[in-house]
């Protein structure tokens, strides 16, 4: 869902979308490894060319 909410910002540039993207990040740090990093390490990736979180 993190990456999704990434994927969101950098098409549209929607500040919701970032601050719903940087909850979720602050969120994550609190309780280690988020359920979205743990999918994106079973195989999901991006369509090409998407740019990396900060």
Known sequence: ???????VF????DIEAYLLYKEMD???SSFGASAADKTADLGED?????AEPP
């Open 10 to 13: 950098t098409q549209t540039g």
């Open 26 to 28: 602050m969120a994550g």
């Open 46 to 50: 991006g369509a090409e060319g998407d």
């Open 1 to 7: 869902m993190r990456d999704f909410t990434w994927h």
